[in-house]
């Protein structure tokens, strides 16, 4: 029997397909576990399946390190409150109001309407995105079940 594969929602991976990555994964593990290191050393090679999946023009490959070295900066920040409790400077949304995607600062997604709907939306997508990446995990069922009741209120307008 052949396995189907399929990427995960809102993957941008376009340069190879998700079976051609499945067929080369499954092989891999048979020889252990994955890692980022295991999975460069092999596309490294110009004739591997793999190897389209990556950038390998070095100054182009530097910029995108940097940019995404630039998102996980503006990530990290948080503003201490003065009784010790913290939350993020900036929360990355995607909507018309940020020119698409970016960091918008927490104040301002607290006082919109529309930024705070959108930022719910995308917490329930994330929160969903774990629920089905664990759902397995039987000592989480109290979990998806809250899950569901908060996904069943419908609490983002559309």
């Known amino acids: 029997m052949t396995r189907e ?3 995960v929602d809102g993957s941008r ?13 499954e092989r891999m593990l048979r020889a252990g576990p994955l890692t980022a290191e295991r999975v460069l050393s092999k596309a490294r090679r110009e004739d591997h399946p793999l190897h389209p999946a ?10 995108e390190y940097r940019l995404a070295q630039a998102r996980h900066l503006t990530r990290s920040v ?3 409150h003065e009784d010790g ?4 400077l900036v929360i990355h949304l ?4 940020c020119g698409g995607s970016a960091y918008v600062a927490m104040a301002v997604v607290a006082g ?10 995308e917490a329930l997508g994330l929160l969903n995105g774990i629920a089905r990446r664990y759902h397995y995990l039987d000592e989480l069922s109290d979990v998806w079940s809250v899950l569901e009741m908060v996904a069943d209120r419908d609490v983002v307008p559309v």
Do not use: N
């Open 112 to 121: 919109d309407a529309e930024l705070r709907a959108a930022a719910l939306a």
């Open 54 to 63: 990556f950038e390998w023009d070095d100054s182009r490959a530097a910029e």
């Open 94 to 97: 995607v909507h018309e109001k």
């Open 78 to 80: 948080q503003v201490v």
């Open 5 to 7: 594969y399929q990427f």
């Open 85 to 88: 409790s913290t939350e993020p």
């Open 13 to 25: 991976i376009m340069a190879v397909s998700a079976d051609t990555v499945g067929r080369c994964f």
